[in-house]
């Protein structure tokens, strides 16, 4: 017997059908003997539909308020869920995010889980309930309030919730089949992985991957909890996102090799920024930077020109994500003079693609099949920047799907057939 | 400055405007130096919506789980209105029923409150800030589980939160302006009382009269709580429930001879069962009306014909609310044997009309006045019910409205001029 951590998704609960369709897959697990936990978030746009009504009575909610307007969505979901699998004949009892034990610092909107002390849910598996936990919020001791995680909330309350218990495996649920060798929807080709290290799988989402939050992929690694990704809709297995010593050693106890690309990914949530005509002084570059960083702007890739000699001025160039794009610029033009650059220049027309794999560390031109794809394609690459087991390269936009297909191909990641791509809002 | 307990209900709170509405009401009792908590129903019709929701994945839903998602809506509503206050510029904190210290049985769906213990709010008014609680639900020690009050539960948890507070009075808004002589859609000269004793308020209740619920005045009586029922619509004063002793003392002093009848209740909620060719020996009645308690059903008014002597067996007539009408029907039915009668009629065809006075007690020909009024109306009566401040009569129901206008005028109840409705759902 196992334990077994599940989390739903609130495209998997948007309705009262969806409900009882998860509701009788928590059952089937448990009938196969082991015990449940659930994670779940809000039902479909509950969400936003709250955050709507909440911007219609003030423009800028108080934050704790919002906390507690958001932690409601869950549990509408937990109770509705555990009513369901309770009229199969089970035991079921939900639990909101503070009864849970699901202890958080106190940064309304997306705190930190800071302890786990999950009592009551131990309790209640001692004594044969299936236990649905609200996905996504937590309690303060302090304050004694509750909060809510932020992005990717629900993923990071079942992979807490899997370490706390000590779960067997924490099973994230979606309406894809697992990770893929690259978006289906961009590459029919796409392939599903069977397992891939959780290096990899953090570099795959934080370049554009969406099937789970990077911060759920970190809280996993560091507690050594195994992430199971798997659809909703199909019984059969997922993708393991296993951590990269135990990769390491099934791959040599299966006498396979690594394979060197474990994916491509593709992101057009970005921006590219450039700051034309900057001096070219020592410090102008921190300068730059540490005002765009208090703007509250990420930035991801960044690249300089080489100087002009004959102007003494260069051009610098950032992506960040698009949203984030107008107070990045908006800091830069209040700073203007005291940079002193000449004008600034905003493209919201690019394409991010990036090539993940733990066997770039031992594997040379790696890089080079990647520049020959894109090349014999003709499609122009317009930055560049690499960690140790990814590449990255921007693109046009509108070249990006040409690019990630003739790059999959390249790697040999190309499947047999076409992916299914399910039915879905895609969370 | 006082301490003011306002309660809100769902009509008041049903969308983003009559948010921001409700919240400029509680800043300007604010303004006026006042310490505010307010308890919030949940908005409009997300309660029902809700249960349609859990009949939808649950023929008989958990009560456990129905009150953690019922709970839910007050969640909703009272952080919008605290952020709708907070962005007025007022400090606004919202709290949930176990928060809020509102201590229940475990009895889910219809909790009774053991306890209130408001030492956040106490903490929360002593930093100044407006305190927002949620409605209808509270929180049970042993099992820690959230418990719902059942019907009217948010009048009840302003009144003991102004009971626990020591308030100095408990304004409950509504979309009426008061308590009237009689409902203002069946005798349009129904006039609002400026002041109401709690008994006569009860029996009003109790019969028919919706603006207040029984549950709350009866707390409000027993722990000395002064209740103004007001409308959201209007500043002008509503009315005044206090208590019997109070009431009479008032009377003295102002050296106004107390109105011996205070308002006409209407009800046509009501069935009558009757019960045919029941043997006319001891104990009979106590078996039928055991079996009827039994199933659940409250009974109201009882009456019992006359022995036709020839046959040795009578008929019992009851009535009871029209929803309990088939479970006490398919429960005397399933006993029908062992009872002995002959068969059952159902009528829900049936209106009950109150005439209710403390004035009663001290005052002869009241009754008479009654059924003068109804013979000339050639209202027919079909049974009779008195309590010590009460008469009641059971009409045809499409007899009833007319039947109440002659009533209200026979006892000089009606006004000079026809009430003023407000737009609103009637709660």
Known sequence: MALIVQKYGGS??????????????????RRAGHDVVVAVSAMGDTTDEL???AAEVAPIPAPRELDML?????RISMALLAMAIHSMGFEARSFTGSQAGMITDATHGAARIVDVTPVRLREALDEGAIVIVAGFQGFNRDTRDITTLGRGGSDTTAVALAAALDADVCEIYSDVDGIFTADPRVVPKARKL??????????LAANGAKVLYIRAVEYARRHGVLIHARSTFSSSDGTLVIDSRRAELLAQGEHMEEPIVAGVATDLGQAKVTIIGVPDVPGKAAEIFKIVAKSGANVDMIVQNVSA???GRTDISFTLPKSEASMALKA??????GIGFESLV????????SVVGAGMRTHSGVSATLFEALSVAGVNIEMIS????RISVVVRGDELAEAARVVHTAYGLDGDADAVIHAGTGR
């Not at 998997?12 to 697990?29: F, G, N």
């Open 332 to 337: 830069l033009a209040g700073e203007q003079a």
């Open 386 to 389: 690499t960690s140790e087991i």
């Open 346 to 353: 905003h493209d919201d027309q690019i394409g991010k693609l």
């Open 309 to 311: 000699a004959a102007t």
């Open 70 to 74: 958001l932690s409601s969505g869950e």
């Open 194 to 203: 069977d397992r891939i290290s959780s290096e990899e799988m953090l570099e």
């Open 12 to 29: 998997s609960v948007a309705d009262a059908e969806s409900i009882k369709r998860v509701a009788k897959r928590i059952v089937d697990t």
């Open 51 to 53: 955050l709507d009504l």
